[in-house]
């Protein structure tokens, strides 16, 4: 339609739009803080004439100035799956490597303060019993010296135990974590499914959507495809857990107890089908309790393995030795070490209760001699076990490490991607809001010219003065 009333209706269309666009740059800055906001877009079509001509006429109307048609998020699908994917996998390594750093601070290798110098000390304690078998103190610094490596290696061990427990309750805090989002996922697509029916702006809905979505990756690292109603459905490993409006669970199936105990198997999952209920077994679990299940069943075991071998390789040794071997009253050694079979390096203990009872000598019969002294001084298949243990444990961590940092540089590469296009930048905002500013004052101008030209057209026209 044309003439000077639809153009007061196009300038108005123009006040209409650039408002809604300062409106929604004011509400880009007020959320420029929040996690998860994704920046949001104005999107205007013009309102032009009409397409169909008529037969013998051609519409000569100039438009009908602007309408709003939507408004839109500022992301993109396939770089949010990729974030996705690859915060799943930095969870993994990150958990892992924090927890490999703690355990690798507590062995304290190499140092001083070591079970390799202590082991060390101990043998150099049988040597200078070999050197003074008479000395009352080098027997008892021998005794000392063991008993410090039976408590170094206890220490370790009930390190890596506590360490193995702790992950255990963290284990099931991740599963009730992982229910929970699941849930709200579920409760998420039923709401922004009934918003969109309504034809409502779903924009927040939708940002609460990426971020349960993005936080299940990190804990599971599942993954999430659309149902085509806005909403996601979510599976672990391939086996769903949240499908449209439903949320299964995911459960523990062994390996630990709800009370965080272990119970001698490996840990496994279940997933309760959000729908029928029935339960499948996923074929592995990504992200943080990923990383927490390869600690409980591969990482901590296999520490605490070695270091049962390097004590019951110390303590066979020792004591077979010193069985041989006479103590200053010329009665034969005993074992100089005591263990239990089943955890060796937790229970390792001196035997000897008396220094008179350290058997020093290769001769029966109270002969002062320090041969077998000087065999245990040179006995070193313990510390060459534990050198190999801590080798392995130590290439592991810095392995983790530098796996951890490369992934670090790809996380923050695929991060910075979605920042540039989801993320609210204030001078950009602000630069925004100054071109609307004066668009809008320039589509105020037009009304105001045009009701001056009205007020000429109505008022005045046809007057002579």
């Given at each position: 339609?044309?003439?000077?009333?639809?153009?007061?209706?196009?300038?108005?269309?123009?006040?209409?739009?650039?408002?809604?666009?300062?409106?929604?740059?004011?509400?880009?800055i007020a959320n420029v803080g929040v996690e998860g906001y994704t920046r949001r877009r104005v999107e205007a079509a013009s309102a032009g004439t009409p397409t169909t001509p008529a037969?013998?006429?051609?519409?000569?109307?100039?438009?009908?100035?602007?309408?709003?048609?939507?408004?839109?998020?500022m992301n993109d699908a396939f770089l949010d799956a990729r974030a996705r994917a690859e915060h799943g996998k930095q969870s993994f390594l990150d958990v892992r490597q924090v927890v490999l750093d703690r355990l690798d601070s507590g062995i304290g290798e190499p140092g001083e303060n070591g079970l390799a110098a202590i082991m060390g000390e101990l043998?150099?304690?049988?040597?200078?019993?070999?050197?003074?078998?008479?000395?009352?103190?080098?027997?008892?610094?021998?005794?000392?010296?063991?008993q410090a490596v039976s408590a170094a290696l206890g220490l370790q061990a009930r390190n890596f135990t506590v360490e193995a427990a702790d992950q255990r309750v963290r284990l099931n805090v991740m599963v009730d974590e992982v229910n929970s989002l699941a849930t709200d996922l579920a409760a998420t697509n039923k709401a922004v499914a009934a918003t969109t029916l309504d034809g409502s702006d779903?924009?927040?809905?939708?940002?609460?959507?990426?971020?349960?979505?993005?936080?299940?990756?990190?804990?599971?690292?599942?993954k999430a495809t659309g149902n085509g109603a806005g909403g996601f459905d979510f599976s672990v490993n391939g086996?769903?857990?949240v499908t449209g409006s439903h949320a299964g669970r995911l459960e523990v199936a062994t390996g630990v107890t709800p009370s965080g105990d272990p119970d001698g198997n490996p840990v496994s999952f279940q997933v309760v089908h959000p729908i029928n209920g029935t339960t499948a077994v996923p074929p592995g679990v990504g992200g943080k309790a990923g990383a927490v299940v390869e600690l409980l069943d591969t990482t901590i075991p296999a520490y605490l393995t070695g270091l049962d071998t390097v004590a019951r390789t110390l303590a066979d040794g020792v004591n077979e030795v010193h069985r041989a071997g006479y103590d200053p009253a010329g009665a034969p050694g005993g074992p100089f070490f005591s263990y239990d079979p089943a955890s060796p390096a937790s229970s390792l203990a001196v035997a000897v209760v008396s220094s008179d009872l350290v058997a020093a000598s290769a001769l029966p019969g109270g002969v002062v001699h320090g041969g077998t002294a000087a065999r245990l001084g040179e006995l070193a298949s313990a510390e060459t076990a534990y050198q190999q243990v801590v080798n392995t444990f130590g290439a592991n961590v810095a392995s983790g490490r530098r796996i951890a940092a490369s992934q670090q540089m790809l996380t923050q590469q695929v991060d910075s991607s979605r920042e540039q296009l989801a993320g609210v930048s204030l001078d950009e905002e602000m630069l925004s809001m100054v071109q609307f500013q004066h668009a809008y004052e320039a589509a105020a101008r037009v009304m105001t010219t045009v009701d001056s030209m009205l007020d000429t057209l109505i008022n005045r026209t046809g007057l002579l003065r």
């Open positions: 339609m044309s003439g000077s009333f639809a153009s007061l209706n196009t300038a108005l269309s123009a006040l209409r739009y650039n408002r809604a666009a300062m409106d929604t740059a004011s509400q880009n037969m013998w006429s051609r519409n000569q109307d100039p438009g009908h100035g602007v309408t709003i048609s939507g408004i839109t998020r043998r150099q304690a049988w040597s200078d019993l070999a050197n003074n078998p008479t000395s009352a103190a080098a027997r008892s610094q021998v005794l000392a010296r063991g779903a924009g927040n809905l939708l940002d609460q959507r990426d971020l349960l979505v993005l936080r299940l990756a990190e804990l599971t690292g599942g086996v769903p857990l």
